[in-house]
Nanobody, 125 residues
């Protein structure tokens, strides 16, 4: 299984970025997908999650109204559209796959089975 995240970069505060994660080696539609991030010197934290079919989403309070998660099961991709970026959004962003057996979208890291390598987002003030 491989999760390949891309789309990170340097952006000014108030700008936008779109991250993408491409999955291979798994039946993508069987997995809920999540995005997490880890800022320098901090613990990795939940950002957003989306259900297997894409009908349900969940967001961390810190990104609600600014970030949007979506998926394309035909292309095995999950995207994170990030708008109105703030310097505190600076972090390495990771996508993760959860072989969900229920309807809960997990915000904790432990239930996720597979992780991508991360892509760096830097927001300058």
């Amino acid at each position: 299984v491989q999760l390949q995240a891309s789309g990170g970069g340097l952006v000014q505060a108030g700008g936008s970025l779109r991250l993408s994660c491409t999955a291979s080696g798994l039946t993508f539609s069987n997995y809920a997908m999540g995005w997490f991030r880890q800022a320098p010197g901090k613990e990795r934290e939940f950002v957003a999650a989306i259900s297997r079919g894409g009908g349900r989403t969940d967001y961390a309070d810190s990104v609600k109204g600014r970030f949007s998660i979506s998926r394309d099961n035909a292309k095995n991709t999950v995207d994170l559209q990030m708008n109105s970026l703030k310097p505190e959004d600076t972090a390495v962003y990771y996508c993760a796959a959860d072989r969900a057996t229920g309807s809960v979208l997990h915000t904790a890291q432990r239930p996720y089975d597979y992780w991508g390598q991360g892509t760096l987002v830097t927001v300058s003030s």
